[in-house]
């Protein structure tokens, strides 16, 4: 099978370090392993949008030399295959219609465990969709973290496939495109970990194969905080990607190459020394 990976940032701003630490992780393992790197535009939630940022993100993976194989997906062109999902899913079962308020799962800390809604349906609103979850253990080894054990009826429950306001969630947009692309390997940071278990089982259900995955530790600032667009985005600069570029191949332990002119020369320099074992042995935080 080709190796596959990706990088599928959601359009909520421009992007920052920790977002391209993730990229040029994700475009290394990929390159080192001779396989295609595919780049998608996560943009189905509208009310989590930046205006202009899809543009602004690929521009500056364009700045930084980490050039996709294929032109970029856009999930907001894909809610024909999402409905296609959705109704297998409402088919077989897996999925029931919930009207539960946060307030009604307050007992449960805001956990649905019930498989199905606990509150009388409303004609007058349209409902959640979950998907029913099932009292077993989901377990994957993490090439970064190792092996991973979750029981979803535990940690998550029945988890939202479909929001009442008509938005499919992150989870079975996920899961439908990284099958339609033919991804094999997953390189993203570890606030997705606990995603993992949930894409999982979704995959089960709809039939779809399970690629590897690798969660990289997040870049935290001085505080230990998370980098973030909540908290201090740092904004790279598309004028001067070097060292930024820079800065992520020290996060994530690998060789500095000497110092090169262009993105290209470095992107090349950097891939002749990458070790996917020294990954290993990033902390999470920055060494210059
Ligand atoms: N769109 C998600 C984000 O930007 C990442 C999704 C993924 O890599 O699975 O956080």
Known sequence: MTYRGRFAPSPTGPLHFGSLVTALGSWLCTRHAGGQWLVRVEDIDPPREVAGSAEQILSMLAAC???????????????????AAFERLRDTGNLFPCWCSRRVL???????????????????????WRLRVPDIEVNFP??????????????????VIRRAEGFYSYQLACVVDDAFQ?????????????????????????GLPTPRYRHLPLVLDEQGRKLSKSTRALPLDATDPLPALRRALAFLQQPLPPL???????????????????????????TD
């Open 65 to 83: 030399g980490l050039q996709a194989d294929k032109e970029p997906l856009f999930q907001s062109r894909r809610i024909d295959a999402y409905d």
């Open 106 to 128: 307050e007992a449960s800390g805001g956990i649905h465990r019930d498989g199905h809604c606990l509150v009388a349906a409303d004609a007058q609103r349209p409902p959640a």
């Open 142 to 159: 993490d090439a970064q973290q190792g092996v991973q054990r979750e029981n979803l009826r535990l940690s998550v429950g029945d988890f």
């Open 182 to 206: 033919g991804i094999t390997e997953v390189v993203r940071g570890t606030d997705l970990l606990d995603s993992t278990a949930r894409q999982i089982w979704l995959q089960r259900c709809l």
């Open 260 to 286: 090169a002119h262009d993105v290209e020369n470095l992107l090349a320099a950097a891939l002749e020394r990458f070790s996917p074992a020294l990954l290993s042995h990033c902390s999470g935080h920055c």
